[in-house]
């Protein structure tokens, strides 16, 4: 069981998804990354339903490359259903986007509260992350 699920595009995982995966670890939050979790062999659609169904919340850095890809729609499509359904809280990163952007692929998602990577440091989001899912221990 995994604390928080990172989903992102691979072009963002150097910047974003490593350090932060990195800072909320270090905060004691458990993170299912692809990097630390994907074997060899391993059937990348089933690990990523496994981590997506054992997480808490689902952390989605949202940019232009994130998108366009295949695998991070699928990500985003289990953490919607389960966002929707209570069962995982969703929590959005702007990374080298705008609201408006945002806004033109999905306006729902652009009235999430996010955290942006123009606004705040890698670090300042982990911590800000960490404080929701600790805090949300206690009333699990």
């Not at 060899?40 to 997480?55: E, F, K």
Request: glycine share 6%; charged share 25%.
């Amino acid at each position: 069981m995994r604390e928080v699920f990172i989903s992102h595009a691979s072009e963002d995982k150097a910047d974003v998804a490593t350090p932060l995966a990195r800072c909320l670890q270090d905060a004691g939050v458990s993170v299912w990354l692809d990097v630390l979790e994907l074997k060899i062999g391993d059937s990348l659609r089933r690990r990523i339903d496994q981590g997506l169904a054992r997480s808490a919340f689902g952390v989605v850095i949202f940019s232009r490359a994130f998108f366009e890809k295949g695998w991070t729609q699928y990500e985003l499509d289990g953490i919607v259903t389960r966002s929707v359904s209570g069962e995982q809280s969703l929590l959005p990163i702007w990374h080298n986007i705008t609201k408006d952007e945002v806004i033109a692929q999905s306006p729902s998602l652009a009235d999430k509260l996010a955290r942006s990577t123009a606004q705040h440091t890698v670090a300042e989001i982990a911590r800000e992350i960490a404080d929701v899912v600790i805090a949300s221990r206690g009333s699990g």
